[in-house]
Nanobody, 123 residues
């Protein structure tokens, strides 16, 4: 069972950095690939970044390449999203999710979801 809880969201200014964390209170964290998604008002949920079970493979949306990084610590059962040079278009509710795929690349491949954490970017 996977139970994901995100933290780290907040209000930042354009160009600032923020690190999101997502911790699993279950026992099978290392068996799943993990992803970060975001959903802005009136828009569909989209994948931001994903990381494979061991962290050896990663996937990023084009819009965040070079600005965001994803990492995981299986011992701490935590996945991180480091967001640098934030822009107004990054403002959204960010969700972490777990997938049974080796590296989940789409929303449909994810089975377990956190409740989300809001990121607001002011210009």
């Amino acid at each position: 069972q996977v139970q994901l809880v995100e933290s780290g969201g907040g209000l930042v200014q354009d160009g600032d950095s923020l690190r999101l964390s997502c911790t699993d209170s279950g026992t099978t964290f290392s068996s799943f690939s993990l992803g970060w998604f975001r959903q802005a008002p009136g828009k569909e949920r989209e994948i931001v970044a994903a990381i494979s079970r061991t962290g050896g493979m990663k996937h990023f949306a084009d819009s965040v390449k070079g600005r965001f990084a994803i990492s995981r610590d299986n011992a701490k059962k935590t996945v991180y999203l480091q967001m640098n040079n934030l822009k107004s278009e990054d403002a959204a509710v960010y969700y972490c999710a777990a997938s049974g795929y080796y590296l989940g690349r789409s929303l449909a491949e994810y089975d377990y979801w956190g409740q989300g954490t809001r990121v607001t970017v002011s210009s």
